[in-house]
Nanobody, 123 residues
Framework: QVQLVESGGGLVQAGGSLRLSCATSGRTFSMYAMSWFRQAPGKEREFVAAISGSGITKYYADNVKGRFTISRDNAKNTVYLQMNSLKPEDTALYYC????????????????WGQGTQVTVSS
């Protein structure tokens, strides 16, 4: 019922910036909380950032806080991840996911995932 399509990944030098986009299908579903995750080869998937359905509340993993900014445009059914001051350790496949609630929760569950967009940061 809901499809998520990420875009905006690419190859950048350390210290550079990228803006990832996650387009969602269905205007009504764009009001759910959304999150970004990432996974590097051989590593576990890790949480990056989350945003409430309204876009007012945001939460970030400690290792991206101050560098990444999550935002959303509900009219466009799209969430974004602005990534600044990129480091080689940010290299990963980035996924967006739709939560099963409007508000952010510590035990958040997700019911839809995108295919991912690759971010590679060179030294």
């Amino acid at each position: 019922q809901v499809q998520l399509v990420e875009s905006g990944g690419g190859l950048v030098q350390a210290g550079g910036s990228l803006r990832l986009s996650c387009a969602t299908s269905g205007r009504t579903f764009s009001m759910y909380a959304m999150s970004w995750f990432r996974q590097a080869p051989g590593k576990e998937r890790e949480f990056v950032a989350a945003i409430s359905g309204s876009g007012i509340t945001k939460y970030y993993a400690d290792n991206v806080k101050g560098r990444f900014t999550i935002s959303r445009d509900n009219a466009k059914n799209t969430v974004y991840l602005q990534m600044n001051s990129l480091k080689p350790e940010d290299t990963a496949l980035y996924y967006c996911a739709r939560a099963t609630a409007v508000v952010l929760r510590v035990d958040q569950q997700y019911d839809s995932w995108g295919q991912g967009t690759q971010v590679t940061v060179s030294s």
